[in-house]
């Protein structure tokens, strides 16, 4: 992994959080989806995280791999349906408290339900089978996790200028992208925030002014 790219990894799981960096996070899912990554590398590195003795540092850890399956595709889809991938998840959901052992369970709950149809990825669901026969308690799913594949989230674009107002990109005038429709706009015409439930974001992402209106009013 490059050193760019280890230290977004670090910094969205660093134990000096307080609350989860989505800034952070979503600079590593980009990472993947842009191939300056190998969604292998991004899984691994992660995968250290979460034994992490710190709950707090495992707990972010779990909150990027979430990001990254709900936004990264097949590329981490087939990182995480490996028999390898499952053992050590059961194993943390075995050995560690609440609340690691709750989230693990919800993550694998999720991936189960969304991936179910998938054949490529049944290890997924045969574990969740087996660990419910086990006695292991599952909590409630949730709408997007249930939903997170009805839909991807967009590819990010690239420009020199807001697709809205025209105005350049230069040192002061920086452009951001919408992660609800990935175009890139201005500070102005990209100024709100919003959750995304069709793509798993449960956390306001920054969005232009026309999906914010698609957001707040479908």
């Not at 045969?126 to 086990?134: A, C, Q, R, S």
């Not at 992402?205 to 914010?212: I, K, L, S, T, Y």
Request: contains cysteine.
């Amino acid at each position: 992994m490059k050193v760019r790219d280890a230290r977004r990894e670090e910094k969205a799981t660093s134990q000096l959080l307080l609350e989860p960096d989505l800034e952070a996070t979503f600079q590593v899912v980009d990472a993947i989806r842009q191939s300056d990554v190998q969604p292998k590398t991004a899984v691994q590195a992660v995968r250290k995280k979460i034994v992490s003795d710190n709950p707090h540092v495992t707990m972010f850890a779990l909150g990027v791999l979430e990001a990254c399956v709900k936004n990264c595709g097949a590329p981490v889809h087939r990182e995480i349906a490996t028999r390898e991938f499952m053992e050590f998840f059961r194993d943390q959901a075995k050995m560690r408290p609440d609340p690691v052992k709750e989230k693990v369970l919800e993550l694998l709950q999720a991936w189960a339900h969304a991936l179910r149809s998938e054949p490529n990825y049944k290890i997924i669901e045969d574990t969740y089978n087996l660990m419910k026969m086990e006695g292991f308690q599952f909590p409630h799913l949730k709408d997007s996790d249930a939903m997170f594949r009805c839909e991807k989230a967009p590819e990010l674009q690239d420009g020199d200028h807001c697709v809205r107002c025209f105005v350049h990109f230069n040192l002061v005038q920086r452009k951001h992208n919408c992660r609800h429709c990935g175009d890139v706009f201005c500070q102005k015409c990209a100024s709100k925030n919003s959750i995304i439930p069709k793509f798993g974001i449960e956390r306001e992402v920054r969005v232009c002014d026309q999906c914010f209106d698609i957001l707040r009013n479908p």
